[in-house]
T-cell receptor
Framework: KAGVTQTPRYLIKTRGQQVTLSCSPI?????VSWYQQTPGQGLQFLFE???????NKGNFPGRFSGRQFSNSRSEMNVSTLELGDSALYLC????????????FGPGTRLLVL | AQKVTQAQTEISVVEKEDVTLDCVYE???????LFWYKQPPSGELVFLIR??????QNEISGRYSWNFQKSTSSFNFTITASQVVDSAVYFC??????????FGTGTRLTVIP
């Protein structure tokens, strides 16, 4: 099976812009979670989607949003970018017989200038 | 509240030495899952192992072994005969119920040839 894929891999934006990141889960997985990784805060949970519904949400401002499509692909959007949003954004999928285990994609490195 | 502590920030060993990465967790849930992930410089989090709270059996997989002890809330990871390819950041994580993963701060392992 193909693993989790994320696009784009690298992104440079300026403050105030918005950005959309995409994640395609492992085939058959219906849950997609997003995490932000920064040197200062480590790995932090953003949100989780299951069957097109947000099932869980971390402690991030409303500028961070997401959605999931009927094919389980997911997108996350960050509006009004701030310098502190520079991070590695990781997507993970889970499902099937090992639904407790999350498998991660390669991440999208976002740099906000 | 859930918490994962990885007290070792950085470890350096010479190739072929054994090394143990420590992980201590906190949770009031009786059902939970513990994980170890490896993050090489490329950034992707690679799943290594999952342990259920009701299964305290230790596990060995090649040069890797894991020691899960509920009495001390620890889930330690040992690499035997370390190799340069083991150099990475290793994360311990905790998942309760249908919730997200709570990550430790990671341990950066450097294996010196």
């Amino acid at each position: 099976k193909a693993g989790v894929t994320q696009t784009p891999r690298y992104l440079i934006k300026t403050r105030g812009q918005q950005v959309t990141l995409s994640c395609s889960p492992i085939s058959g997985h219906r849950s997609v979670s997003w995490y932000q990784q920064t040197p200062g805060q480590g790995l932090q949970f953003l949100f989780e989607y299951f069957s097109e519904t947000q099932r869980n949400k971390g402690n991030f401002p409303g500028r961070f949003s997401g959605r999931q499509f009927s094919n389980s692909r997911s997108e996350m959007n960050v509006s009004t970018l701030e310098l502190g949003d520079s991070a590695l954004y990781l997507c993970a999928s889970s499902g099937g017989l090992t639904q407790e285990t999350q498998y991660f994609g390669p991440g999208t490195r976002l740099l906000v200038l | 509240a859930q918490k994962v502590t990885q007290a070792q920030t950085e470890i350096s060993v010479v190739e072929k030495e054994d090394v143990t990465l420590d992980c201590v967790y906190e949770t009031r849930d009786t059902t939970y899952y513990l994980f170890w992930y490896k993050q090489p410089p490329s950034g992707e989090l690679v799943f290594l192992i999952r342990r259920n709270s009701f299964d305290e059996q230790n596990e060995i997989s090649g040069r890797y072994s894991w020691n899960f002890q509920k009495s001390t809330s620890s889930f330690n990871f040992t690499i035997t005969a370390s190799q340069v390819v083991d150099s990475a950041v290793y994360f311990c994580a905790l998942r309760t119920g249908a919730n997200n993963l709570f990550f430790g701060t990671g341990t950066r392992l450097t294996v010196i040839p």
